[in-house]
Every structure is written in structure tokens, then in C-alpha cells.
């Protein structure tokens, strides 16, 4: 399952936090993948859990309920790697306006900058970037970790400099074979500030976050803090399982890869309307669900799922430190789930959101 692995450093405050629940949102009756949510407190480990779902006849995109203390539906919260669909929606813009094609060579628009223990620019394409087959080694997986705790004496490397970080080793494989790399969208970062002039952040915001009225997302840049309303976010030590308080931290290590901010309604408002095609062209459409390059494993910033009642869902998830979301919807976007928990440990446990999914969108074949 895609994600931006959790290399952040993070302070040593020890977050004092039962795991107890506290009962769903009030509501008489729960919906099937609601129920589910006290299995992700109970059994994935975070203080909190919420969802919001609906359906494109609902209005504004669904029903909301959370268990456990700490999530309410206006908070802002870490997105992760779900930036790289908003960075792909973007790259699929700009080839429909032609001021890039897919098939453009990394080292046609950033001549050089991939070279070095048999990586090569000019091997890879924008769509081999988009889709992860690129081969190219995933920096976070570079240690030891790289400094973003927020308070940090040392500055986070430039995206250049991350990039440089990956190619201190060899490729992954070679390029056409998907595995997943975060240092795939720190260079579709860079192209974009290449052909526009702007950085992705900019870009983003012009084209998707003003015009679908996103008030809750934001690309924070060096800014360490969320904004409010929010609540907290919290990672797990791994020697004795306590629990740290990590809202705050600074995501420019994430960059184009998993900067991103946002909120459930946000996150179901942009999804439904990318899949719904308001956001790119019929042709660029069917590049975002192209997954013959991946045998069926990612398209282009995003990636579908299989469930056991034969439907697919379409979506991403991010994983950040203090953050795990989810979100997915059916073709078109007209059935919609987002889901968040505070803590980043969800990642190690796919099959209570497998589960999850399978109720809200297989209600029938699991007795809902």
C-alpha cells in the first residue's frame, strides 16, 4: 500500500492518552463503515478515528461520525502522499494546455539533474514518474532520518538536495517495473516550477483549491504548525509504545510528496470532482486511470482497490507522522469515503481499513 513513510523526527513530548472510546458521533443509526471505526482505535492504535461518507446526491458530500476524543469534522490534519494526487492533477493539466507531454524525458526539462550510480534522466518519462515505474530510490528510505522535527537546529534539504539524497543509490530497478518512490513527486515538483514558472504549491492552489473553494487545504511550506481548527496528532515510540505528540513538525522534507494539509469534506469535495472529470479532460482522465504500466497496481496519482463484491474504488491514502487518511470513492465519484486516524500506525495494520471499505461500499455482501 502506498505511502510516505514516517522518516520524520519528532519531538520527545509524551502525549497522556487512554485508548478508551467514547461513543460515535451522535446519530441514531450508524452506517456499516462507521461501525468499523472503534475497531481502529481498539485495534490500530490511535487515540481517534473519524469518517465522513456520502454520495454525489448528498449534499455536502455525506454524513460524519468519529469515535474517540480529539477529531471533529471542520479540524485540519497532515494529508501525506494524498498531495501526490493534486500534484498529478496538475501534470495532467499542463499536458492538456501542451506545455508537457507524459512522454517528456526528465532530462529534457531538468537536464542533469538525474545522473549518477546508474540513474538517468534520460530514461525516465513524467508519466514513469507519475505512475512509479521510474526506478528511481525512494529518499525517505535514506538513514538515518532526515531532520524535520518542528524546532529543528538544522534546515530540511531543498528538493534538489533531496533528490541528490536518492541517487546516492542505485536504482530500485529498472525503469518500466513499478515500486513505489517518493522521489518520483519531489521531481514533478520541480517540473512543475519548470514549465510554469511557479512553485507546485502556487500552481495547486490556482488551479484546484481556489476554484473548488477548498478553505480548508493548504500547503504549508515552512510552517511547523496547523491551522486551526485542529486537533493533535501522535506517533507511537517503538521501544515502549507510548505515544508522542507530533503535531507539530516541518513538512518541507515532504515537499511535493506529502506536504499537503486538508480536511474530510475538502478531501471528498476534491476527490468527487476529479474523478467526477470537472478537473481534467476526457483524454487526461483516462491517463489519471491508466494502470497498464503497473499491472493494475496505480494509475497516475492514483490507485484503485478491489473489493470483494467486484467493486473498485479509486483513490489514495497519506501517511505522515501523527496521520493516517484514506480516501475512496467509486468511478465517477458518486460514492465517497474519507477516513482519518491521529496516529500514523494504521499503515501497519491494512486490514482493518480494508474491512472498513469493504462495509461501506460491499454493504450487502457483508450483511449491512
Not at 530510490?137 to 537546529?153: C, E, H, K, Q, R
Not at 542505485?170 to 510554469?196: E, F, I, K
Request: net charge positive; with cysteine.
Amino acid at each position: 500500500m502506498p505511502t510516505l513513510r514516517a522518516l520524520f523526527s519528532v519531538p520527545l513530548l509524551l502525549a497522556l492518552l487512554g485508548l478508551g472510546t467514547t461513543p460515535l458521533h451522535r446519530e441514531p443509526h450508524l452506517t456499516p463503515a462507521a461501525s468499523h471505526l472503534p475497531r481502529l482505535v481498539a485495534q490500530g492504535g490511535a487515540p481517534a478515528a473519524a469518517l465522513l461518507t456520502g454520495r454525489a446526491s448528498s449534499a455536502p458530500y455525506g454524513t460524519f461520525r468519529s469515535t474517540g476524543p480529539g477529531i471533529r469534522r471542520v479540524d485540519r490534519f497532515r494529508a501525506g502522499s494524498i498531495t501526490k494526487t493534486f500534484v498529478a492533477t496538475v501534470v495532467l493539466q499542463l499536458a492538456r494546455e501542451k506545455r508537457l507531454r507524459l512522454s517528456d524525458s526528465v532530462d529534457r526539462l531538468l537536464p542533469g539533474l538525474i545522473r549518477g550510480n546508474g540513474n538517468d534522466g534520460r530514461r525516465i518519462t513524467l508519466r514513469a514518474l507519475l505512475n512509479h515505474t521510474s526506478g528511481l530510490p525512494d529518499y525517505t528510505a535514506d538513514s538515518p532520518p532526515l531532520p524535520v522535527s518542528a524546532g529543528s537546529p538544522l534546515r530540511p534539504p531543498s528538493a534538489v538536495d533531496t533528490v541528490r539524497i536518492a541517487l546516492s543509490h542505485r536504482p530500485t530497478n529498472a525503469p518500466g517495473r513499478y515500486t513505489y518512490s517518493n522521489t518520483n513527486y519531489v521531481v514533478l515538483g520541480l517540473v512543475v516550477r519548470r514549465v510554469t514558472g511557479h512553485d507546485y504549491a502556487e500552481e495547486i492552489r490556482r488551479r484546484i483549491i481556489t476554484p473548488l473553494r477548498l478553505t480548508g487545504t493548504s500547503l504549508p511550506g515552512s510552517r511547523t504548525s496547523l491551522p486551526s481548527p485542529h486537533g493533535r496528532g501522535f506517533t507511537r515510540d517503538p521501544a515502549d509504545g507510548s505515544l508522542r505528540d507530533v503535531t507539530a513538525l516541518d513538512p518541507r522534507t515532504a515537499g511535493a510528496a506529502g506536504e499537503l494539509i486538508s480536511t474530510l469534506d475538502d478531501l471528498n469535495r476534491f476527490y468527487a470532482a476529479l474523478l467526477g472529470g470537472r478537473l481534467l479532460a476526457p483524454a487526461q482522465l483516462a491517463d489519471l486511470f491508466d494502470t497498464s504500466a503497473t499491472r493494475g497496481v496505480y494509475g497516475l496519482g492514483v490507485y484503485p482497490q478491489k473489493l470483494s463484491c467486484g467493486v473498485t474504488v479509486w483513490g489514495h491514502n497519506g501517511h505522515i507522522p501523527g496521520s493516517y487518511v484514506r480516501t475512496a470513492a467509486t468511478p465517477g465519484g458518486r460514492h465517497i469515503l474519507t477516513f482519518r486516524v491521529d496516529t500514523d500506525s494504521l499503515a501497519d495494520t491494512p486490514e482493518l481499513e480494508r474491512a472498513l471499505l469493504e462495509a461501506e461500499f460491499c454493504p450487502g455482501a457483508h450483511g449491512g
